[in-house]
């Protein structure tokens, strides 16, 4: 039943287009960081809606930097865009800090989700943290075991991370980190995450949905760390995540992927550069019981000019 879900969801983001032409007037906001709209932060037009609410509500964003971290925990909305090199929502928020004095996630990302139908398009979200020049640190980590953390550039820095939500899509869209899980959409009991057009990048595991994933025409940027792509799909066997025509770019030797839970790879005609390490997407040795054995598969994949051996 999940997978039929998942395939219904996919058929109705075709229809993306017609379905911003036929937004009620009513149900939209322009933000601007000028005054000129209705709102000068994206914040402040999320809380102007009510929480239930069975239409959608399209936000329209103006070209600008916005400097906000943004909390979304209501459904049916749609934030979009001016231009999405000009429209940018950025944060410098390193996960491993805010972990030492937060019990949980919510916070952690540029754009923090705990909400189902929502959109994102023509949008860059920035976690700057790993970019800046940060020296590497220890710091008091109350929270954690040992009482202390560190904390450096290759740390997790997470653009976007999804709580409880489903059914999200991101068109034309660029999240841009340095460090580990740049877009986490996290819900492995019912997730159902969709990326068209995008642009990622970031350092290990920076695109990590957990259930169902599906990215077309995305391009993945990697920064550092020890595999670009994961996968949690251990609740349901029928999980996974799927790359169609995806390209890829990194550092000389960067690993495809990985898994530390059960998951699910399929990589449909998909591009390689040749200085990706000839690897295939490989599990990770933990304790995790692994029920349905490697699954990982590939058609119609090149490594510059080479079909990629896996």
């Not at 920076?206 to 391009?219: D, I, L, S, T, V």
């Amino acid at each position: 039943m999940k997978g039929s879900h998942f395939i219904l969801f996919l058929l109705l983001t075709g229809l993306s287009k017609n379905i911003l032409a036929e937004v009620p007037a009513e149900y939209q906001v322009i933000v601007s960081l000028d005054g000129s709209g209705d709102f000068k932060s994206i914040q402040a037009a999320i809380n102007s809606f009510p929480f239930s609410a069975v239409h959608l509500r399209k936000i329209f964003i103006k070209k600008g930097i916005y400097r906000e971290k943004i909390y979304l925990e209501k459904n049916n909305i749609w934030l979009i865009g001016e231009d999405r090199g000009k429209t940018i929502i950025t944060q410098s928020i390193a996960r491993d800090e805010w972990r030492c004095t937060h019990n949980e996630d919510w916070g952690v990302a540029t754009l923090n989700i705990s909400a189902d139908d929502i959109t994102l398009q023509n949008i860059t979200i920035v976690n700057n943290f790993g970019f800046e020049d940060h020296p590497q640190k220890t710091i008091a980590c109350p929270n954690d075991s040992t009482g202390e953390k560190k904390i450096t550039a290759q740390s997790h820095h997470m653009a976007l991370r999804t709580m409880y939500g489903t059914r999200l899509k991101a068109l034309n869209c660029h999240f841009k980190a340095f460090g580990g899980d740049t877009v986490s959409p996290w819900n492995v009991e019912n997730g159902m995450f969709y990326f068209k057009d995008c642009i990622m990048e970031g350092g290990v595991d920076f695109y990590c949905p957990r259930g169902w994933a599906w990215a077309e025409n995305c391009e993945f940027i990697v920064h550092s760390g020890s595999a670009a792509i994961w996968h949690d799909g251990s609740r349901y066997e029928d999980s996974k995540t799927i790359l169609k025509n995806c390209k890829f770019s990194g550092f000389d030797g960067f690993s495809l992927g990985r898994y530390h839970r059960d998951a699910q790879f399929y990589l449909i005609g998909c591009r390689f550069p040749s200085n990706m390490a000839d690897r295939n997407i490989y599990r990770v040795s933990t304790s995790n019981q692994i029920k349905w054995g490697h699954r990982v598969y590939f058609s119609g994949t090149k490594k510059e000019r080479e079909k990629f051996k896996g």
